[in-house]
T-cell receptor, first 115, second 115 residues
Framework: QQQVKQSPQSLIVQKGGISIINCAYE??????FPWYQQFPGKGPALLIA?????SEKKEGRFTISFNKSAKQFSLHIMDSQPGDSATYFC??????????????FGPGTSLSVIP | NAGVMQNPRHLVRRRGQEARLRCSPM?????VYWYRQLPEEGLKFMVY????????ESGMPKERFSAEFPKEGPSILRIQQVVRGDSAAYFC?????????????FGEGSRLTVL
């Protein structure tokens, strides 16, 4: 129930295309859904996040779509660029009894944007 | 550099030796998470600590692994009697205390290789 599923495992998109990564969860206690971006040899960094009281959030070329009833959310990268080539992790967070946020990550999607 | 600092960046150990990984959180952060990243498996939660307290160690293997975050100094993840299966990248992330929906700030990781 703590698992966050993510697909596809890898994705190749042409420059200018749309990259779409999908995630799903089971635990209804999750109430915050961030996406992290990781470049080779670096640590993950927060890209964009959404709370389940909204169905969509957009920041520049990055959009999260959230379907609470289906317990699914996705990341769309519009006008994909070679510099977007990285590994993307979706995550889900819940407040624990000890009042901290436990953040569970999906297995990641390796995105390659080709010129 | 005010970011999360991890050292060593790379560590090679022979089977049976001990590995100590250190993490200094961002200035002003007193909460630390440790995650393990295996190829194709994403980031697996290991432990969450506040200064001088282990809050959630549900992701830590029961044997050989321990973590601490003393009042002074960095957080330390200790792996005793390492085995080949411990080879992985270990990331720590810090966050501010008492905030929900907070961003996790990751270090660049410590890559452990067990020969």
């Amino acid at each position: 129930q703590q698992q966050v599923k993510q697909s596809p495992q890898s994705l190749i998109v042409q420059k200018g295309g749309i990259s779409i990564i999908n995630c799903a969860y089971e635990n209804t206690a999750f109430d915050y859904f961030p996406w992290y971006q990781q470049f080779p040899g670096k640590g993950p960094a927060l890209l964009i996040a959404i709370r389940p009281d909204v169905s969509e959030k957009k920041e520049g070329r990055f959009t999260i779509s959230f379907n609470k009833s289906a317990k699914q959310f996705s990341l769309h990268i519009m006008d994909s660029q070679p510099g977007d080539s990285a590994t993307y992790f979706c995550a889900a967070s819940q407040k624990m009894k000890t009042s901290y946020d436990k953040v569970i990550f999906g297995p990641g999607t390796s995105l390659s944007v080709i010129p | 550099n005010a970011g999360v600092m991890q050292n060593p960046r790379h560590l090679v150990r022979r089977r049976g030796q001990e590995a100590r990984l250190r993490c200094s959180p961002m200035k002003g952060h007193s909460h630390v998470y440790w995650y393990r990243q295996l190829p194709e498996e994403g980031l697996k939660f290991m432990v969450y600590l506040q200064k001088e307290n282990i809050i959630d160690e549900s992701g830590m293997p029961k044997e050989r692994f321990s973590a601490e975050f003393p009042k002074e100094g960095p957080s330390i993840l200790r792996i005793q009697q390492v085995v080949r299966g411990d080879s992985a990248a270990y990331f720590c992330a810090s966050t501010m205390s008492g905030t929900r929906y907070g961003e996790l700030f990751f270090g660049e990781g410590s890559r452990l290789t067990v020969l």
